[in-house]
């Protein structure tokens, strides 16, 4: 448990994480002082500066405070793949919030959101586990609420309390891990001899708080009526950022827990099972395209899990991380053709003849997200399909291959509302404006080109 | 010449025509099918000068570029005589469904350049000599096909798509999952195709369960019963042009996926479950036979004696599996027959479209006595019949014959009933041709006019293969024997 070095370099490691901070708080204050479009330079500027610092050093592998923040792969990826989207949806936010009231804050809150993700992926220790736990749910509670409508305080509601209680049942099963091994560290739980039934109840715990901000089956019950309510811009992020971030942070810790006291893999195999299938089923009966994605956020939390089942395979963190990041593209992309186009399937009904580009990036998304190549989905997916084969988990593999399958039956719906609707229906939406486009222009790229990019991940 | 990428250029010219096509935004018909009558054309030419350039046996014209090299994933391709066969019929079948489709007037920029993505597709998956790659271009035809079936097609065309997509999407997800147990179980790991034909790394159950995942993919791609039922919708709700490429080139994904990888790759497996395989495409052969017998439709009838026939050519493939010392006949008449059967179904589709566009129904009982009508149509249908059901001197005679005589040497009680399938597709296109035909024509209305030029321009190439090869099938023959020889089956 030796000190990773002096104060002064402990800064330097975790100095894409103090940018994003200065951000968050440079954002606060623009918002004070109303400037609303300082605001959102602030952001953009201080998120990119942070990308570029992680981009940089990529190589760099160390842990710092101690041991309790670790400076590895899944911290550089968390940077380079969370920043960027959270400026994307401060961009989504922009076209969809301008002039309201507190209009600021939300780029204030995206960040610190985005910060506890980065704790989060980061975390080398129980406490900063719950410190990133607690700073993306809070302030997702307050973005979740921003509409101050019936439906976004019903949303913002339900995921206060089913955040408080599992964050509080979080804290409590890590309480017991401290106690058996005396120590906050995450690596002291490869002691051997450490009691089995308390390891386990530790972990079920642990599952619990990370699987609600994560929208993991069974503790996603908040989802479909949160991001229903949220502005749409709101849903993007609080169904990317704080998911990636919960994901690697439960990455973190299974790295650290060996498997031999307790078969966790083996509850974490069940659990990507029941989070599939249940998420596409419930997909397949939606009208509304936001409660759609909703469900099928569930569903892609249970591919999240296929890397963890056999994390210490040599494929499984950089599967983990090119499945994150193509996730990242795709549902980011598709909000925001949401957020464009409208909230219900008869919106979208002839959109790709009304809209060409539109429709066919919302075809590519949708697409990505059932795992079609050359898409950024598939590629994530084949990895994640490898890393459970590699694990000895080919049945984990054969159902998830199943649920692809389901899932197109999801997406299609949307894809025949585009193409194949009778005609009639909407007039076409109006050309999007120039923060849409960025995005999708931004999210296609990423989802296009990711396959090719994929051999800069290992 | 010598220093061309002919391969890299035959699989992305048509993806660049289809690009081309989209920068331009038009959907102005003339305009778009020129563009891809002449991308389809420029293709041909391409894979010809692939064959003159020669192919000896080995995986020859080899095209390589780094991609991934820590997970052994490249992009990785080449051409041997089992490939080249269903190149050139690849190319060749673009060609002639993009000359009949130029009447299409329903968005036919977007029509044209679906049609072209589907051909580098299809044109990729015969080319990949990786796994991954491999598996990039089989999904995507998957893309193109359903946008054209439900897009173009008849009717019922956007369940019959979405059947389509499903059904095959299972089978090829099956595919991703052996094609992982075959890269992990190789040392090193690596997707190269070339390794893993040069060794196959599966021994015991697990190469049991990756043969079972190969064969469930490729039954339902080829199709063999029980995995044809997406077929006869899929089939009859197409355009046209979605029809000939469904049946000319996607089903010959299944068989080459038999060959390549089932058989190659699995070697012992396939050895080990042939006569269950060879039992499946006996019963599919003659359950295709039976329920085209029972068609009503016509254009249905045409869809099931591909089921038929997709038997026959599994049937070779698997008396190849049994087959260790002894002669080649039935792989060879396998990619024989998938060569034939691409020409011969797609030539009677494409008079079926055309039948269709001047009777408005495909009711068999609805039509008859249409050879006095349109005895051009008429004459070149029976033709192409008489070739579907096995006539000497015409395309699918050398084929079938090849893989009953390599089917008689394994298994002769096997090969005895499989001819039954012979005897029925008979009975079914003479029953056919005397329905729609022959006889009283029927009192409706029928525009006068018989095949036109530009369907002749399309039909006419086919029946001269049909003739050619049923005539002279050596020039085909002996590149795919050249590559047997390779493979060990002489």
């Keep these: 448990m030796s000190s990773g070095g002096s104060m002064a370099q402990d800064l330097r490691l975790v100095l894409p994480q103090l940018i994003v901070l200065l951000t968050a708080m440079l954002a606060l204050v623009a918002e004070m002082l109303r400037w609303r479009r300082a605001g959102l330079t602030t952001v953009a500027v201080g998120l990119g500066a942070a990308t570029v610092v992680s981009a940089g050093r990529l190589a760099v592998h160390a842990t710092a405070f101690s041991g309790t923040f670790r400076v590895d792969l899944l911290n550089h990826w968390s940077v380079l793949i969370l920043c960027p989207t959270a400026v994307l949806c401060c961009l989504l936010a922009r076209q969809e919030l301008r002039g309201t009231p507190r209009e600021g804050t939300v780029y204030s809150l995206l960040c610190f959101g985005t910060l506890g993700a980065l704790v989060l992926a980061g975390s080398g220790d129980m406490m900063l586990l719950v410190l990133g736990l607690l700073m993306t749910s809070l302030s997702g509670f307050a973005l979740a609420a921003y509409a101050k409508t019936e439906a976004g305080t019903e949303g913002a509601l339900k995921y206060f309390i089913y955040g408080t209680v599992t964050t509080a049942i979080l804290i409590f099963g890590l309480s017991y891990w401290v106690g058996i091994t005396g120590s906050t560290l995450l690596s002291a739980l490869g002691q051997p001899n450490l009691p089995a039934p308390l390891l386990a109840f530790g972990f079920v715990a642990l599952l619990t708080g990370l699987g609600y901000a994560a929208s993991l089956f069974p503790f996603h019950f908040w989802t479909p009526d949160t991001l229903e309510g949220a502005p749409v811009s709101v849903a993007a992020y609080l169904s990317v950022v704080p998911k990636i971030g919960a994901f690697f942070g439960l990455a973190q810790v299974c790295r650290s827990l060996p498997s031999t006291a307790v078969d966790w893999p083996l509850v974490l195999a069940l659990l990507a099972v029941a989070s599939m299938t249940f998420g596409n089923v419930l997909a397949l009966r939606q009208t509304n395209v936001v409660r759609l994605l909703a469900y099928s956020t569930v569903t892609q939390a249970g591919y999240f899990l296929l890397p963890l089942v056999g994390v210490r395979g040599a494929m499984a963190l950089p599967a983990l991380v090119v499945f994150a990041a193509a996730y990242a593209a795709m549902n980011t992309g598709a909000f925001a053709i949401v957020l464009h186009t409208g909230r219900t399937l008869a919106d979208f009904k002839r959109l790709g003849t009304t809209r060409i580009f539109t429709g066919l990036a919302m075809t590519v998304f949708l697409f990505s997200l059932v795992g079609i190549p050359p898409l950024a989905g598939f590629t994530g997916k084949l990895l994640l399909f490898e890393s459970a084969m590699a694990a000895g988990y080919t049945w984990l593999a054969v159902v998830a291959v199943l649920n692809s399958a389901l899932a197109l039956a999801v997406y299609s719906r949307v894809i025949v509302a585009m193409y194949f609707a009778a005609p009639g229906g909407p007039a076409a939406p109006p050309a999007p404006a120039w923060e849409i486009r960025t995005v999708v222009g931004a999210c296609l790229l990423a989802t296009l080109g990711l396959t090719l990019a994929a051999q800069f991940f290992f | ?490």
């Design chain 2, 1 to 490: 010449m010598p220093h061309i990428p002919l391969l890299s250029v035959s699989i992305f010219l048509p993806l660049l025509g289809a690009l081309v096509l989209l920068v331009l935004r038009t959907q102005g018909r003339v305009l778009a099918f020129a563009l891809g009558i002449g991308t389809t054309a420029l293709t041909v030419v391409a894979t010809a000068l692939i064959w003159m350039r020669g192919v000896p046996g080995g995986f020859a014209q080899v095209e390589e570029l780094r991609w991934i090299p820590s997970l052994g994933a490249a992009y990785r391709v080449g051409v041997d005589g089992i490939s080249l066969p269903l190149v050139l019929l690849t190319a060749l079948l673009f060609l002639v469904a993009m000359i009949y489709s130029a009447k299409v007037t329903d968005q036919p920029g977007s029509f044209v350049a679906l049609l072209l993505l589907l051909e580098t597709a299809c044109l990729g998956s015969f080319l990949a000599l990786d796994l991954l790659l491999f598996y990039v271009f089989f999904e995507l035809t998957l893309v193109g096909m359903y946008f054209i079936i439900a897009g173009w097609g008849h009717e019922g065309s956007k369940k019959a798509a979405l059947t389509f997509f499903i059904y095959t999407l299972v089978g090829s997800l099956f595919l991703l999952l052996a094609f992982l147990a075959l890269y992990l179980n190789a040392a090193p790991h690596t997707f190269d195709m070339r390794v893993l034909l040069a060794h196959p790394p599966l021994t015991g159950t697990a190469a049991a369960l990756t043969f079972w995942g190969l064969f469930l993919a490729f039954a339902i791609k080829t199709p063999l019963f029980p995995f044809h039922t997406w077929l006869p919708a899929a089939h009859t709700e197409a355009p046209t042009a979605g029809s000939v490429i469904l049946a000319g080139v996607m089903l010959k994904l299944g068989g080459y996926g038999f060959i390549r990888f089932s058989l190659q790759m699995t070697p012992d497996a396939f050895r080990q479950f042939a006569p269950y395989v060879m039992g499946l495409a006996l019963f599919s052969a003659l359950y295709g036979a039976l329920a085209a017998l029972g068609q009503t439709d016509i254009k249905r009838l045409v869809a099931y004696t591909s089921v038929n026939h997709m038997g026959y050519m599994v049937f070779g493939v698997g008396a190849a599996a049994l087959t260790t010392t002894g002669s080649a006949f039935g792989l060879d008449g396998a990619v024989l027959q998938m060569v034939s059967h691409g020409i011969v179904t797609s030539c009677l589709f494409l008079l079926v479209g055309a039948l269709q566009d001047r009777t408005k129904t495909r009711e068999m009982d609805q039509l008859g006595g249409l050879a006095q009508a349109y005895p051009l149509l008429s004459g070149l249908f029976m033709l192409a019949a008489f070739a579907s059901l096995g006539l000497p001197a015409l395309a699918h005679f050398p084929a079938e014959f090849q893989i009953f005589l390599g089917g008689y040497e394994v298994a002769p009680v096997m090969t005895a009933l499989l001819l039954l399938g012979l005897l029925i597709t008979t009975a079914l296109y003479l029953r056919a041709i005397q329905r729609v035909f022959l006889g009283e024509a029927p009192t409706m209305a029928l525009p006068p006019a018989d095949l036109s030029g530009r369907e002749l321009w399309a039909i006419v190439p086919l029946i001269i293969l049909i003739v050619g090869l049923g005539l002279y099938p050596e020039a085909l023959l002996r590149v795919i024997h050249a590559t047997q020889q390779v493979l060990g089956h002489e």
